[in-house]
């Protein structure tokens, strides 16, 4: 029955993306990356089958670009571990596909084909995976219920549950069987191994967020940035991260008003000029563009403005506190790439779904505000002596990596080593 009412929704889905794809780039993205799919898929494949035997694949599927992030350092850890594997990497949406789409890691890198039974079946047929990985939060009935009824181990990891979620509802029976399609659920908490048990699921062991590797990782390797490090001038410097409109309505009046010395960094989570425009125009300080100065002529800006992607991670070790965009509406982006580099961090009130986030605020190393005013008086605080609470979100990250060798672990019991 209700197995009738996901495949509707599914076909639904479609059809509103359909409506409104003449107004929406994403929708488009993505309804243009579905097309001839399934043979752009069987081509691909093809033409290293002609080149000899094929090697088998397994198969990573990340629903976007933040759940890649986190699963990179399993990617590349299998890689290594399994030289002779090629390995499939595919997007649900078109924020990851886009960005990650010539990513080197994978030998292919593909859209999801939508969920239908059909193109599950056939999905599964063409790739033929020898293992298949979900990050985080992907539950795609059809493909999920095909890899069971061929064999195929398919492990969850880096995944977090919540009381809220249909698993644990009455009538969330239909969700609670796909849970079996897993043969191991590795979760970030010990909370999320209690629910699943109390609805019994036995096969979710705690194993961490592989996020803390990942952040590691890009601590060790930053980039210089020399027009970030030019602008600094040896001022105190904020790192705002993935602000959204809802942020900056709060940090504009903030920095207006703030009167001692700070630089502040600005990265919005989508580029948009004519917002960043706006923004600097509202400012009552001297703001420039990343893209329209250099390392002259930052150091008389105040603000200086990412107007490209693909730079935030390193932007982080120029900063003496972070502001991490997404807790006033859209949903918090990531803390750990600020705190890995060790420094207070300040984010709006909707977190509670982000485990890193309650961790760090319970820890003192975070702090959650709802307005200027609350923002004011806690930068304050932290502007007087920031020491302890970077201490305090450096160590969190630093205690916390590790998850990726539990995961392959578990790979080491479904596949020969």
């Known amino acids: 029955m209700f197995s009738r009412v996901y495949n509707t929704g599914l076909s639904a889905y479609k059809t509103l993306l ?12 993505w309804l243009t990356g579905q097309q001839d799919l399934l043979s752009h898929i069987a081509r691909s494949l093809a033409s290293e089958s002609a080149a000899g035997p094929a090697k088998p694949l397994a198969w990573f599927h990340a629903a976007s670009l933040g759940e890649f992030e986190q699963g990179r350092p399993v990617i590349e850890a299998f890689r290594e571990t399994y ?7 595919t997007f649900f949406s078109p924020s990851g596909y886009e960005v990650r789409k010539n990513y080197d890691g994978a030998d292919y ?38 890899l069971k009824a061929a064999g195929v181990p398919t492990v969850l990891f880096s995944a977090i549950f919540r009381p809220d979620q249909l698993f644990f509802k ?52 930053k980039k210089a940035i ?7 001038q040896g001022q105190p410097v ?36 004519e917002a960043i425009e706006q923004w600097r125009k509202q400012l009552q300080k001297r703001s420039v563009r990343f893209s329209q100065t250099n390392e002259a002529d930052v150091v008389s800006a105040d603000v200086l403005f990412i107007d490209n992607i693909g730079m935030l991670t390193s932007l982080y070790q120029y900063g003496e506190f972070a502001f991490i965009g997404g807790a006033f509406r859209q949903g918090l982006h990531n803390s750990l790439e600020a705190a890995t580099f060790g420094m207070p961090i300040f984010f709006g009130p909707v977190y509670g779904k982000f485990q890193e986030a ?13 307005s200027v005013a609350e923002l004011t008086a806690a930068f304050d605080r932290q502007y007087a002596d920031p020491t302890v609470a970077a201490a305090i979100s450096r160590a969190y990250v630093q205690r916390n990596v590790g998850a990726t060798a539990q995961v392959m672990q578990v790979v080491h019991t479904l596949l020969p080593h």
């Open 18 to 29: 359909r409506l409104v794809a003449p107004f929406n780039p994403k929708a488009r993205q």
């Open 83 to 89: 030289p002779d594997y090629r390995i499939l990497l």
């Open 109 to 146: 890198v593909f859209y999801l084909p939508l969920d239908t039974s059909r193109q599950a079946r056939a999905f599964v047929a063409l790739t033929q995976p020898r293992i298949a990985f979900f990050i985080k939060y992907e539950f795609w009935a059809n493909y999920l219920q095909t």
């Open 170 to 221: 009455p009538y969330g029976g239909f969700y609670r069987n796909l849970l079996t399609c897993f043969d191991y659920i590795l979760v970030q908490n010990q909370e999320s191994v209690e629910l699943l048990r109390k609805i019994g699921v036995q096969h979710a062991r705690r194993a961490g967020d592989t996020r803390f590797d990942r952040v590691a990782q890009v601590a060790a390797g």
């Open 226 to 232: 020399p027009v970030a490090q030019a602008f600094r």
């Open 238 to 273: 904020l790192v705002v991260g993935s602000a959204w409109q809802a942020d900056m309505d709060v940090l504009i009046p903030f920095l207006n008003q703030f009167d001692k010395p700070l630089k502040v960094i600005i990265a919005p989570h989508e580029i948009n000029a």
């Open 358 to 370: 309650v961790d760090l605020v319970e820890a003192g190393g975070a702090f959650p505000v709802t």
